[in-house]
Each structure stands twice: as structure tokens, then as C-alpha cells.
């Protein structure tokens, strides 16, 4: 193929998109001239609306003019009809300017009829009565017959008394006819009241109401009294003829119950357009044709063309553009070989680019979520300082206040609310993983088997419930108290979202995760897992909804149906347990929510902790109480020494140890674990034993991240998780002071 022959094609081809996209803007363009039509359209129905609203304006000022005129404040009737003949020759807009009398009676006018005229029916007189301003109605005119628009003023004395109704009929026929033309009659305007009456028809062959005549019930008056205020309506009459038209939007003309309608035939509204759609496609082809000829006839000088191909996509490389690509046909030999591997090379660069936005977007999920539970731990550890000393001191309350019984059912509803607040952050501190947790090995098949008919209870019989579990998962070492939540939590959601019935399936299953399953956070965990299913055939959720689904205090449910708590606790105590959880859902397919928990090697740990007996509540022991909060540490104090206990206090384990230094008598030291000043409880508790090797040790904190390892010499460690109760914080007390040291 010669070169000239291949610099023809290559031009062709790439006309065809510029040419595509250039025929694409012309019936752009058609379309933008025919919505500009029709905008024009409702522009002249609202200009025609503001000019009304004008002239009404006008003879309102023209109304407060001749009611302080002494020629209209006569009784001569004559006199006064010759006054307003003579106004009306200054306003030839108007029909007739007259009086009416208060009692409904023509008194004077314009025209000089000398008539007897009762307007007590007329709606506008009605309002007018009542009214201070200027009321307006578009009717017949009785003297005239000719449509018109009624402003009536109501003149009143000083007093307040209504003296006469000054009326002036406004000529809608001749107004009409004003902006027929000045539209250059390309379009037809009409008038019509709110009840569908003809009050000023259209010029046109095509239109068939008279005036006075009605178009109740039709297209066009719904249209223009609907109150949504579509832009158009078209109608077609009975001769196949379409017409399109615009109402106008002057609340103030459409109080008044009138209605004005501009509209024009849809054929000569596209034809315009049409016409220049076919002019611009004839220049299109020509300017081709030509274009076309010009690259033959240069054909031999062309060769730079492909040479600009590649330059064009090196330059947009070099602007970070990656999707740039050189598009075939490329031509054989190296011009074609080096277009290839550019292309290639491009490809790749987007490949890694498109890699590493990915691990972006997963590197900021899980930076998210790490964040999110520093904070609300952080939150629910200061809260639970909070809520133990308002649960402590409302017990006090509540035990000085017995016997007044409504001063007592304070007191009870304060600890009540510190109780639900403890709730609260319980759940806080789940998702935050730093909730103390007391882990067994257990067979999750079998504690869910025992779960069941809890598990069913909430359902109702309008939901299907199925479990499918594999009678020998391996065994885990989690919380079954926790995991009780957190499956209720689950099913409760899946409850809330199948209001109108639908399937429950609850699975558990051995399963190995590999590199390529992921996460809630988009992070491979690979290992091997007992996997707890939970299966709707609910609502489902979209994608967005789902992205947030765990994050705390996040909800769909309506205000006072949900914390947003449930799934993010869920989540928080999967992660804390080792584990990992999956989300699938989708909308109108249902959600399923899968919790994966480490499965273990080794065979269950047989030995049991033994039983805490408790001997009494009291004691008289020295006690050492080591809490950097005020509030918390005079709380305990009090609590200590009302239950006959001897109590030292320290706000740092530096100054703990100072203490223990000084003091031989004590007998147990109460410290929290986190505390400020770089010595945290557990390393207090360690130098203690050092300096007292008989001392009893008892923990208390809002919230622990990792179990709290004891000092050698104690045993177990004990904690006591605020916010506590008086008759928690003594049993915790004798059963430390009672268990002996190891």
C-alpha cells in the first residue's frame, strides 16, 4: 500500500470522531435552539404577566388619585360621571371608570349610561367591602360585554367607613391584542379565568373556543391552574395540530384568577431549528470533502503525521495522563513497532497507578477505623469516670433519700440513666477493641444450638428461621457472652429489615482464608477460622450504605429506633477476638454478614478458675486507693470508709510508692490501670510487691485494650470495670482481701 494511500486512510479514520462529535454539536445545537424556543415561549408569558401586573399597579395609583379628588366626593351625579368621562379620554386602556355606592349600586360612570346597575353578586365588590387595598377579577364587563379586568378600590373616610368603590375595567381584548403583535404574531396569546372561561381567544385558524366560551375539563386548564407549574404542555387539536404552551408564573395575576397562556404551533417552534441543522450538515460535508482533497493533494509531505502521533501521546504521558494511547491502525516497520510498545508501556503505568490507588483506598479505610477507636475509646473511658462517681453518689442519694419516696425515685432513676450510660459505653469500648473480655474455649456449633431458641424468640412467625452448622467446628477462644450479643445484634437487624416476612439462615463452618479474601477494611487475613454466618432476605443495602455499615453511631433506622452501636460493637469485638468480619448486601437482595474467629490447635484448657466466695461486704482493712481523677478518687474514698475500711489516697503511682515507703499498715492496694505520668497500674503494682511482698492487689478502669497481666506474686489479676456499684466495688474488696497469695 503506498504511502499516500495510507496517509488517506489514517486521515479518513480520524475524521470520523472529530466529524461524529461536530454532527453530534449540530444536533446539540437543534436541540438547544428548540429549548431556547420554548423558553422564549414562557419569557413572553411571564413579560406579558409583568406588564399586566404593571398596569395594575398603575391604576392603583390612578385609584388613590381621583378618591381624594373633590370632583368624585359629590353626590351630583352628573357632575361626577363627566369627571370620570374625562379621566377615561386620559386612559383609553380602560372600558369604563365608575362608582359604586356601599350598597352594591351603580352611582356614576365613564360612559355616561345613566344605567341602573346592582353589583352585590360580583365577587370583586364582595372583597372590596372588606377590604383596604385594590382587589382585581377578570370578568364580562355588563355595560361593555367586553372581557375586561375589574380593579375596584374601596374609598373610606377617616373614620374607617366605607364611602364608595371606585372601578376601573381594564381591556384585556385590547391589551391582548398590544402583545399580540408586538410578538410579531408568531405567537397566539390567551386569557382565561379559573374556571376555564375564554376571556381573550387566539387569532389563529387552528383555535375553536370563542370568547366566553369554556375549556373546563380540558389539558390546557389543567395546565395552567395545576399548582407543580410544569414549564409546557402541548395539545393537539382535532385536526392533528399541535400547539405548545407556557403559562405565566405571576403569583399575583394567578391570585386574581386569571391565567395567561402564550403559545405557538410545534412545527414552526422546530422548524427554525431544523433549517439550520440541515444548513450546518451541508457545510460539515463540504468542508470534509474539501479537507479530504487537501490531504491527497499533500499526501507526500505527510509522513510527519505519524511522527506527530507519537509526540502527541509522549506529551500527554509526560502530563501524567496514562490513559493516553495511540489508537490503530499503526503502520508496519518501527514507526508501528515503537506506537506498540508506547502503548504497552502506558498500559502498565496505569496498571501500577490504578495498584497503588488501591492500596491507598484500603490503607485509608483501615487508618479510619483505627482512628474512630482510639477516639471513642478514649470518649468512653473518660465517661465511664463519669458514670461511676453519678452511680455512686446517686446510691448514696437514693440510701439518704429513703423516706422520701419521690426524692428516693430520683435517686433511682439517676443510677437507672448511669446504668444505660455504662451500656453505652460498653458498646463504645466494643467497638474500640478495648473492652475486657472473658475468653473460653468453646464449640461455637454447640453454644449456637444452645442460642437457638433465644435466637428465634425476637423473629416472630412471619420470618423463616434455618441453622445449618457443622457438627465439628474446631474450637475457638472467645467471649460467650460477647458473641450472644453480638449474634442477637445481628439478627435483630435482620429482623428490622424483613418487615414483611422473609428467611433467616444462621451458618457455622470450618473455613481457610487465603491472601485473596479480604476484610471489611479490604485486608487479607489469611489463616484458618470457624466462620459464624448470618443470612436475610431483606432490603439489602446499597454500596455507600454498607461502605459506613460498621462505623459507630451510624444508622438508617428512624430517630429513636437505633444508636447506630449494633454492628460497630459487633465489629469491635470480632477484631479483639482475632478475628475478621465480611459484608455482603446488596439492595433487594438481602445482606449477609459472616464473622470469622481463629480456629485453635491445641485442646481446650480443662482447669477452671476457681469460685470467688465472698465472706462480707465490710471489712476494716488500711486500703491504699491510687486514681488521677478527683471526682472518682473522693467517690471511692467515701464509698471505702462508709464500709469501715481505713483508706489512704494518691492521685500517681509515684506518689503511691511514696506512700507505701512511708506507711507499714496496709493491707491492699486499689489502683486504676491508665493512668498519666509515664506509670501505668500494673507497673505500680509490680514495685508495690517489690517494697511489700504480702500486698493484695484489685484493678478498676473505664476500658482495657489488652488483658491486664499481674505482677508475679498476686495470681490472677482482678479488675473492677467502672462504672461499679457500692456492692460490687465490696464484694470485689473481700474477695481480694480474702484470696491468698501464690
Known amino acids: ?103 352594591g349600586s351603580l352611582f356614576c360612570d365613564s360612559l355616561r349610561t345613566n344605567r341602573t346597575l346592582d353589583l352585590r353578586d360580583r365577587a370583586y365588590f364582595k372583597q372590596a367591602l372588606v377590604s383596604r387595598s385594590v382587589v382585581v377579577e377578570p370578568v364580562f364587563g355588563r355595560l361593555t360585554g367586553i372581557s375586561v379586568l375589574q380593579i375596584a378600590y374601596p374609598v373610606r373616610s377617616e373614620a374607617g367607613a366605607l364611602k364608595l368603590v371606585l372601578l376601573a375595567s381594564f381591556n384585556l381584548r385590547k391589551f391582548a391584542e398590544y402583545h399580540h403583535k408586538r410578538l410579531l404574531a408568531e405567537k397566539d396569546v390567551l386569557l382565561i379565568d379559573a374556571k376555564g372561561t375564554v ?39 382535532r385536526d392533528g395540530r399541535t400547539q405548545v404552551w407556557a403559562v405565566a408564573h405571576s403569583p399575583s395575576i394567578r391570585d386574581a384568577g386569571l391565567f395567561i397562556l402564550v403559545g405557538r404551533s410545534k412545527d414552526g417552534l422546530v422548524a427554525a431549528a431544523n433549517r439550520r441543522l440541515y444548513e450546518d450538515m451541508a457545510i460539515l460535508a463540504v468542508a470534509l470533502l474539501l479537507l479530504l482533497a487537501g490531504v491527497w493533494i499533500l499526501a507526500t509531505v505527510s509522513v510527519g503525521r505519524q511522527v506527530g502521533r507519537l509526540a502527541s501521546m509522549a506529551k500527554r504521558l509526560g502530563l501524567g495522563d496514562l490513559s493516553a494511547r ?68 446517686s446510691e448514696h442519694l437514693a440510701d439518704r433519700l429513703a423516706g422520701n419516696k419521690e426524692l428516693h425515685r430520683i435517686a433511682g432513676d439517676i443510677a437507672t ?28 456449633s454447640e453454644k449456637i444450638q444452645e442460642m437457638e431458641a433465644l435466637l428465634r424468640r ?159 461486704r465490710e471489712g476494716s482493712e488500711t486500703i491504699l486507693v491510687v486514681e488521677d481523677d478527683d471526682m472518682v478518687r473522693t467517690y471511692v474514698e467515701s464509698e471505702l470508709k462508709a464500709l469501715g475500711y481505713r483508706v489512704i489516697t494518691a492521685a500517681s503511682g509515684p506518689a ?32 508495690a510487691i517489690q517494697l511489700r511482698p504480702g500486698l493484695k492487689v484489685l484493678f478498676t478502669s473505664g476500658y482495657s485494650q489488652n488483658p491486664v497481666k499481674a505482677p508475679d506474686g498476686i495470681g490472677d489479676a482482678r479488675i473492677l470495670t467502672k462504672p461499679f456499684r457500692r456492692r460490687d466495688l465490696a464484694a470485689m474488696l473481700r474477695s481480694a482481701l480474702s484470696t491468698p497469695q501464690r
Open 326 to 393: 495511540i489508537p490503530p491502525p499503526h503502520p508496519r516497520g518501527e514507526l508501528g513497532g515503537l506506537m506498540t510498545l508506547l502503548n504497552g508501556t502506558a498500559e502498565s503505568l496505569e496498571q501500577q497507578r490504578a495498584a497503588i490507588a488501591d492500596l491507598n483506598q484500603k490503607l485509608s479505610q483501615s487508618q479510619k477505623m483505627e482512628a474512630m477507636g482510639q477516639l471513642t475509646g478514649g470518649v468512653a473511658h473518660d465517661f465511664n469516670n463519669l458514670l461511676t462517681v453519678i452511680l455512686g453518689n
Open 458 to 616: 425476637p423473629l416472630g412467625e412471619h420470618i423463616e428461621c434455618a441453622f445449618v452448622l457443622e457438627p465439628d467446628v474446631g474450637l475457638t477462644s472467645v467471649d460467650p457472652g460477647q458473641l450472644t450479643t453480638a449474634l442477637l445484634n445481628l439478627v435483630l437487624n435482620a429482623r428490622d429489615v424483613m418487615q414483611l416476612g422473609g428467611k433467616l439462615t444462621i451458618e457455622a463452618r470450618n473455613v481457610s482464608l487465603g491472601e485473596s479474601d479480604l476484610d471489611i477494611n479490604a485486608e487479607p487475613r489469611p489463616g484458618d477460622y470457624v466462620m459464624v454466618a448470618v443470612t436475610d432476605t431483606g432490603s439489602g443495602m446499597t454500596a455507600e450504605v454498607a461502605s459506613r455499615a460498621f462505623e459507630p453511631f451510624f444508622t438508617t433506622k428512624e430517630v429513636g429506633k437505633g444508636t447506630g452501636l449494633g454492628l460497630s460493637m459487633v465489629y469491635g469485638f470480632v477484631r479483639q477476638s482475632g478475628g475478621l468480619v465480611q459484608m455482603q448486601s446488596a439492595p433487594r437482595q438481602g445482606s449477609t454478614v459472616r464473622l470469622f474467629f481463629p480456629r485453635l490447635a491445641a485442646p481446650p484448657n480443662e482447669d477452671a478458675s476457681p469460685a470467688e466466695g465472698i465472706v462480707t
Open 1 to 103: 500500500m503506498s504511502l499516500r494511500t495510507r496517509l488517506l486512510i489514517l486521515v479518513i479514520a480520524a475524521m470520523l470522531v472529530p466529524a461524529s462529535l461536530v454532527g453530534l454539536r449540530f444536533v446539540q445545537n437543534r436541540s438547544s435552539e428548540i429549548n431556547a424556543a420554548l423558553a422564549n415561549l414562557a419569557a413572553s408569558a411571564d413579560d406579558i404577566a409583568s406588564d399586566l401586573s404593571e398596569k395594575i399597579q398603575g391604576t392603583a395609583q390612578l385609584h388613590y388619585g381621583l378618591a381624594r379628588a373633590r370632583d368624585l366626593d359629590t353626590r351630583d351625579k352628573a357632575a361626577c360621571s363627566a369627571f370620570l368621562s374625562d379621566v377615561r379620554e386620559e386612559y383609553p386602556q380602560f372600558t369604563g371608570i365608575l362608582t359604586i355606592d356601599p350598597d
Open 417 to 444: 440513666a448511669a446504668e444505660r450510660g455504662s451500656d453505652l459505653t460498653r458498646s463504645l469500648l466494643a467497638f474500640a477493641r478495648k473492652q475486657p473480655l472473658r475468653p473460653r474455649d468453646i464449640d461455637i
Open 199 to 237: 376571556l381573550v381567544a387566539p387569532s389563529t385558524a387552528g383555535w375553536t373556543a370563542p370568547v366566553g366560551a369554556s375549556i373546563a375539563g380540558s389539558d390546557l386548564l389543567r395546565f395552567a391552574t395545576a399548582p407543580d407549574q410544569k414549564a409546557f404542555q402541548e395539545v393537539t387539536d
Open 656 to 687: 503511691a510508692l511514696d506512700l507505701l515507703r512511708q506507711s507499714a499498715d496496709i493491707d491492699l492496694l486499689f489502683t486504676d490501670v491508665v493512668m498519666p505520668g509515664g506509670m501505668f497500674g500494673p507497673e505500680l503494682a509490680r514495685q
